[in-house]
């Protein structure tokens, strides 16, 4: 049951260019829409979020769109930092349910200088 | 800053045997969680924790999982009789209320291998 898509295992972008993150969700239950970076041997850190009734939300060089009708949502980085160099999770939760997030499989992000 | 803390940071058991997971929420929040992430897969729910209750889990959280708060602080995840398959990384987080737009606050997880 994959409520949560993430189809690209792994993006390679330079250093400064864009970074674009894509997921794709099935439930329209879902209310608000997260993403979470995660280093090797941490636990996941938030990033940034969008509820539905919003289609963009921006947090410095983070932008989070969301296109509800194509229940798709997307990770904007820009500049492209290596340090921005780790696994990207896509996750979803919604007001009605009591409490859990559900997580996309990830996408590992390389910067490359 | 606060931080959720994990114990131990890895332990190894072997196949059958009884394994505790600790976690230190942060000190103010109400909901805890655990979720489990098996080696290159995706980071899964397996329960939520409320007012000394579980308000939902998964299907992966069978009778053999547990989870109690036994003193207030501690938050801990019991696995009775460990399978090959409970391998993975295990998780705590918490949030101080009910999860709305916020974010989890996770922990940096205990590694279980199972021989």
């Known amino acids: 049951d994959q409520q949560v898509k993430q189809n690209s295992p792994s993006l390679s972008v330079q250093e400064g260019r864009i970074s674009i993150l894509n997921c794709d969700y099935t439930?329209?239950?879902?209310?608000?829409f997260l993403w979470y970076k995660k280093y090797p041997a941490e636990g996941p850190t938030f990033l940034i979020s969008?509820?539905?009734?919003?289609d963009k939300n921006e947090d410095g060089r983070f932008t989070v769109f969301l296109n509800k009708s194509a229940k798709h949502l997307s990770l904007h980085i820009v500049p492209s930092q290596p340090g921005d160099s780790a696994v990207y999770f896509c996750?979803?939760?919604?007001?009605?349910?009591?409490?859990?997030?559900?997580f996309g499989s990830g996408t590992r992000l390389s910067i490359r200088p | 800053e606060p931080e959720v803390t994990q114990t131990p940071s890895h332990q190894v058991t072997q196949m059958g045997q009884e394994v505790i997971l600790r976690c230190v929420p942060i000190?103010?929040?109400?909901?805890f969680y655990w979720y489990r992430q098996i080696l290159g897969q995706k980071v899964e729910f397996l329960v939520s924790?409320?007012?000394?209750?579980?308000?939902?889990k998964s299907e992966i959280f069978d009778d053999q999982f547990s989870v109690e708060r036994p003193d207030g602080s501690n938050f801990t995840l019991k696995i009775r009789s460990t399978k090959l398959e409970d391998s993975a990384m295990y998780f705590c987080?918490?949030?101080?209320?009910?999860?709305?737009?916020?974010?989890?606050?996770f922990g940096e997880g205990s590694r279980l291998t199972v021989l």
């Open positions: 996750a979803a939760g919604g007001y009605s349910s009591a409490s859990k997030i559900i």
């Open positions: 439930n329209s239950m879902f209310d608000y």
């Open positions: 969008i509820s539905s009734i919003k």
């Open positions: 000190s103010n929040h109400l909901y």
């Open positions: 924790f409320y007012n000394n209750e579980i308000s939902e």
């Open positions: 987080a918490s949030i101080p209320f009910r999860v709305s737009a916020g974010e989890l606050f």
